[in-house]
């Protein structure tokens, strides 16, 4: 009977080592598509801004003030790129490296990667962030901005899609208790339909052509936030359109600093 029990018990063990090394491959998997999904915006951003200085500077149009601003964009944007691959690299590691970091700079490095793509769609974004505050949460670097550009691209896609005549997306930071804020997003696409708002964050639920996304964004982001960020990540439809609610816990030794 002993022999039967620790062989079982051996078995057991193999098998759950399969599962994990089984589990380790689908997620990078997962991030292999996620980080596809993720860089063809702001490598499609860069492209833009080179080719847009070469054809100004050409035409003996291009303004210095522009110069600067265009490659400060790049610089955003390959800092972008460089914590991306850590920031996936680090959540398959069983070792998360993480560093206090300001949430509100953070939403601005976000908004910063975001913002051509939205201009160059008609696409206003109303920011309410107050960047005099400065909330303090230790996190995994580029995390967040993960969540954040997510949310901010799916939002954009859709109103591209039903082609809103005044679309807009808004960003807020709220305080809702002395341990928790909270980041919400929301446009003005309609919102997301009651038949499939309750499977949005499934893993490979995409209502895109396969050319266009992998529908792991949402799934990963809702991964992050809740198991990494120890946050809760959901999403309601408002009198405009989707309204995502990312809800991040402060920790004791974490404050919140005018």
Known sequence: LKEKVEIELALKEQKEKQFIEISKMANLGAMIGNIAHQWRQPLSAISTIASKTIVEKELGILEEKNFIDDMNGIIDRTIYLSDSINTFRNFIKEKKERKELIVEDRIDLALKIVNLALKDNAIELINTID????????????????????????????????????????????????????????????????????????????????????????????????????????????????????????????????
Do not use: C
């Open 131 to 258: 960047y005099t505050k400065k909330t303090k949460i230790t996190m995994v670097v580029g995390e967040l901005i993960e969540v954040i550009i997510n949310i901010i691209n799916n939002a954009k896609d859709i109103l591209i899609e039903k082609e809103n005549s005044n679309p807009w997306i808004k960003i807020e930071l709220l305080h809702i208790a002395s341990d928790r804020v909270m980041i919400t997003i929301e446009d003005n696409g309609g919102g997301v339909p009651n038949d499939i708002i309750d499977t949005i964050f499934d893993e490979y639920f995409t209502t895109k052509d396969e050319s266009i996304g992998t529908g792991l964004g949402l799934h990963m982001s809702r991964k992050i936030i809740n198991e990494s960020l120890m946050g809760e990540l959901y999403v309601k439809n408002s009198e405009h359109g989707a309204k995502f609610y990312i809800e991040l816990p402060l920790a004791d030794n974490q404050k919140y600093e005018h």
